[in-house]
């Protein structure tokens, strides 16, 4: 069995002065880890939602997780309705068209595997901004 050298192995740290945050209809988000910043199987956000915000519905090819650190609200998946709050944790399927509506201002971390595609409900694919930097 050969050892592992602690010392060679030199892990990527992504600081949080280097997030660069998104704005996007009350949705404001931060790449954590990502390709660019060195992740290679899965890609992580924070974020904040403004009160009364929602993100559009979509859905993923991949599934996605998003734990909320504060606030609470509501999401729909495929039709149906699920309450949040501060602490739980959201695990989307894959293909299912899922939105998430803040009614308090709600701080999320979500994750899934890189390049996952989103698609919209009308079979557009779109492109996150915070998934580039």
Do not use: C
């Not at 991949?62 to 729909?76: D, I, N, P």
């Not at 595609?117 to 694919?125: A, I, K, N, R």
């Amino acid at each position: 069995m050969n050892a592992i050298n602690l010392a060679e192995l030199s892990p990527p740290v992504f600081r949080k002065e280097q997030n660069q945050i998104h704005s996007l209809e009350g949705n404001h988000v931060a790449s954590v880890a990502t390709p660019a910043s060195g992740a290679q199987q899965v890609e992580m956000w924070h974020g904040r939602m403004d009160a009364n915000s929602a993100t559009p519905p979509h859905s993923h090819d991949t599934e996605e997780v998003v734990l909320f650190l504060k606030g609470s609200g509501r999401a729909t998946l495929s039709g149906h309705e699920v309450r949040y709050q501060t602490g739980d944790t959201l695990v989307l399927p894959a293909g299912q068209v899922h939105q998430i509506f803040a009614e308090a201002e709600s701080e999320f971390v979500a994750a899934m595997p890189i390049g996952g595609t989103v698609t919209l409900p009308d079979g557009m694919v779109i492109d996150l901004p915070w998934r580039n930097s």
